[in-house]
């Protein structure tokens, strides 16, 4: 499995961004999907993770209520659908894919990853 992920940027506190995640393959419906975020200095924390049929979502406390995880299983696409966005977000946010039926939020479950893509929120 190959993920790319897309989407980041600069934005201002209280804005919004959409991450996608495209993967190759066939069996995309098979992977659990997630995404988690490493900010310079710090550890790789988890952010949201999504079932195989994407009725399960998982989210840190940090962000619950402001990002949305979802997929889309024809297009082998998951996004992530950030608002209310605060410095503190600012991070490498990654892409993470695991053939699993349990939906898992340790970095270290995951099989695949892809390469990140930066978000910045400026205060």
């Known amino acids: 499995v190959q993920l790319q992920a897309s989407g980041g940027g600069l934005v201002q506190a209280g804005g919004s961004l959409r991450l996608s995640c495209a993967a190759s393959?066939?069996?995309?419906?098979?992977?659990?999907m997630a995404w988690f975020r490493q900010a310079p200095g710090k550890e790789r924390e988890f952010v949201a993770a999504?079932?195989?049929?994407?009725?399960?979502?998982y989210y840190a406390d940090s962000v619950k209520g402001r990002f949305t995880i979802s997929r889309d299983n024809v297009r082998n696409m998951v996004y992530l659908q950030t608002s209310s966005l605060k410095p503190e977000d600012t991070a490498l946010y990654y892409c993470?894919?695991?053939?699993?039926?349990?939906?898992?939020?340790?970095?270290?479950?995951?099989?695949?990853w892809g390469q990140g893509t930066q978000v910045t929120v400026s205060s």
């Open positions: 999504l079932s195989r049929s994407g009725d399960r979502q």
């Open positions: 993470a894919a695991k053939y699993t039926v349990v939906v898992l939020t340790t970095s270290r479950d995951y099989e695949h």
């Open positions: 393959g066939r069996t995309f419906s098979s992977l659990v």
